[in-house]
């Protein structure tokens, strides 16, 4: 009886720890998004990451271990304009009614391939995506981030906003530095297979170079452009992202003898990989 007493008691005061300890889930479309989130909220709350790492943001499928986690979260932060999103939020909306969604691109000035005037309006055709890649659009995200956890959490916006501002001059300080080791910078024009950094090019005054052209890999004559350009321009570089298969790449590569670097901008360490991004597209410049 005392050893069935004791059971009781540990099983007891674990299910109690574990139920004190279990924090709200919040929810993500992408990994840069968790370090925004880490960034504002610290270790108050929980993050799923709806596409994981190797994965595309434009073609992931929801699994349905994911779904079910959905109906867990107290709220899904979306990025934008990414291809998951457009195909899954309605799935999403629909089997999760009580589910709060914010948009945190909301503040965007988003690059277009086209844009069509309507009266006093501006439709946008072609949206780039990608806009983590610029501190000055992630601090806008950073913003909005800040803004729907304190409308969730009214009892922690303080701490919320002054995790935010913290963040913020962080931004500022990683803005101050890319503009310094981008100033005088020769070569500006840079070569990569997924147009991944066409706000950070927009941002720093580099020219980015797409080897795919409307999410379809390169043709012949577009491979011939890019070598002619690449030899002219004197690029010996191709960027790659890590989920990306190399071959277009390497052959790219091959013809201007040079090589193929990896980038990685759904990495989840968001400030550690623009740097790294950075400092490797200052050195493909100068080879």
């Known amino acids: 009886m005392k050893q069935l007493f004791v059971f009781v008691f540990i099983l007891a005061v674990a299910c109690t720890a574990r ?3 279990e924090k709200d889930l919040v929810t ?8 925004i989130v880490e960034k504002i909220a610290g270790d108050l709350v929980d993050v799923q990451v709806l596409v994981p790492p190797g994965a595309s943001p434009s073609t992931y499928s929801l699994v349905p271990s994911q779904m079910k986690d959905l109906s867990r979260s107290k709220v899904w932060l979306r990025i934008g304009k990414i291809g998951f999103e457009d195909a899954w939020h309605e799935k999403i909306e629909q089997g999760n009614p009580d589910l709060k969604v914010f948009d945190t691109s909301r503040m965007a000035e988003w690059i277009a391939a086209e844009e069509e ?3 006093d309006h501006v439709h946008l055709h072609g949206i780039d995506p990608h806009i983590w890649m610029s501190p000055e659009e992630v601090e806008q995200v950073a913003e909005l981030t800040y803004q729907a956890l304190a409308d969730l959490y009214p009892d922690k916006s303080a701490a919320f906003n002054a995790n935010f501002e913290a ?5 500022d300080v ?19 297979f997924h147009p991944a950094l066409t706000y950070l090019a927009r941002d720093y005054g580099l020219e980015q170079v797409s080897l795919e ?3 379809k890999e390169p043709s012949a004559k577009h491979m ?11 690029i010996r570089v191709v960027f790659i992202q890590k989920e990306f298969d190399q071959e277009n790449a390497r052959q790219l590569a091959e013809e201007l003898d040079g090589e193929v670097v990896q980038i990685d901008p ?3 360490n968001w400030e550690e990989q623009i740097r790294e991004i950075a400092e490797k597209l200052i050195e493909a410049a100068n080879k």
Request: aromatic share 8%; no cysteine; proline share 2%.
């Open 19 to 21: 139920k004190t300890s």
């Open 28 to 35: 993500v479309s992408i990994l840069p998004q968790k370090y």
């Open 117 to 119: 005037v309507h009266g």
């Open 167 to 171: 963040f913020r001059s962080e931004i």
């Open 174 to 192: 990683l803005d101050e530095d890319l503009i310094r080791q981008f100033d005088g910078l020769e070569n500006r024009k840079f070569i990569i």
């Open 213 to 215: 052209i409307d999410g």
């Open 224 to 234: 011939s452009q890019l070598v002619k350009t690449a030899k002219d321009e004197g």
């Open 266 to 268: 759904l990495n989840e």
